[in-house]
């Protein structure tokens, strides 16, 4: 679920901000399917930042329950190529 390559994914509309970052709403390119993309404001700079979002990451990939969005892929840039990582999931 690592390394979800974002050249598959269009990116559509800002849905919101959230205090990390932004979510858009996405279309994966081949399937039609919509997704949301919340992508960081922080880029990838220091170990702390990339453990953190490891755990995160772990922890979406895991979580199986109707009330939570289902888990993606993650992708380590963002649409402009800048070291700020990017989640999908089901929107």
Known sequence: KSDFDLNKIEQ???IGHVS???VY???DKKSKKILAAKIS???MS????IRDLSRE??????ANHPC???????????????PKPTNRSIY
Request: no cysteine; aromatic share 14%.
């Open 12 to 14: 559509l509309e800002l």
């Open 25 to 27: 709403k996405v279309r």
């Open 68 to 82: 939570v969005i289902q888990f993606v892929g993650f992708s380590s840039i963002n649409f402009h190529q800048e």
């Open 46 to 49: 220091s170990k702390n930042i």
């Open 57 to 62: 990451v772990n922890i979406l990939a895991k």
């Open 41 to 43: 404001f922080r880029s």
């Open 20 to 22: 990390f970052g932004e």
